[in-house]
């Protein structure tokens, strides 16, 4: 069945699994969701090739639907954050120091995948106008108030972020926890500013700011985060891996996915195959990002590597090894790939941003 907002599900799942872990049992049956994609196991041990053009196409190489995916990636990028310097104060708007924070991290040069998939599954229902920069961009001040709290020392200590030192680093942990909490509240009102001058009516407005809500909040994000940070030195399972990264990082791409659709007036059958191929590639980002903390470099990377064995955190490639966490990451890039056929070639931005994620060296 389709339906608008499908958070219900997520919602038992989560709460089922954050009480499992109050109890501190964590080798009872799975306390989580089990995986809804049993494919991923049953195949996980097959041997496969892995693709030879595992690594992202260079400028002008084709890639199997002809676009230049780099090309795309750079213009979007350029778009975004030409939008994002429009809004966000100056750092000599008082309070100065939260404002420098702030622009300190969202300028560091993230990749901006959230927003660009936002765009492009606007793009594949239609067009949005000019409502679907606003809407994009609220999804990279939520992720990068994420990143800010991420690194903090009583989350995962982190040094470097975005090939700099982290914003607690250079502001201090207040301002860091302060910045954060700015750019997440400043997403809604970036939401907001999608209004009817851009197209967009009142309702379709609160059903945006419900999708961002849903995907960064307790159910969403922070709650993937909590199990995240309570998995650390845990015998986990696989079903338990699998919902935190459904969580910390699946449910904000959905909701990108999500709200670039809704904002082009996406019909409900549209919306439910765009969702699927969100939660595909959202698995398949975390785990392009497990697989990057054991081969990636810190110059390549921009932050440090092998930083979850030091952590002792149990991640694909423990499950699977390296090679079998990438061939499990190709696996849901094609299911989502499969998922986008009744959208023709409008969809091909987002059948290259599937492969871009799993392909990406940062
Ligand atoms: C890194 O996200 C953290 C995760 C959720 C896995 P990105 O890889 O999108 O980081 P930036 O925004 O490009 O720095
Ligand atoms: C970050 O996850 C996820 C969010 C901020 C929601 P990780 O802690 O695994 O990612 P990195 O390695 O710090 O980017
Ligand atoms: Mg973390
Ligand atoms: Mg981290």
Redesign the pocket.
Known sequence: MVSYCAPSTEHILIVRGLRAQETKRPSSPPPFDTPQTPLLLSRAHEDVQLPSDFGMSRTGQLTPTGMDIRQYLERKREEVDQYLHSVIPSAETIPTTLHESMRYSLF???????PILAIAAAEAVGTAGQAVLPVASSL?LI??Y??IH?DLPSMDNDDF??GKPTNHKVYGEAMAILAGDALLTMAFELCIRANAEHGLDAARQVRLIQELAVGSGNLG?VGGQVLDIQAENQDIDLATLQSIHKH??GM?IRAAVRMGAITAGATPAQLDDLTFYAEQIGLA??I??DV?NVTGTREEL??NPNTDAQRGKKTYPTFYGVEGAKQLAEECVTRANDRLTSFGTKADPLRELARYITS?K?
């Open positions: 560091a040069g993230g990749k901006r995948v959230r990279e992720h990068t994420s990143l991420d972020r975005r994000m910390k990082t904000l980002f975390q392009a990002d990057l921009g932050k990406r940062n």
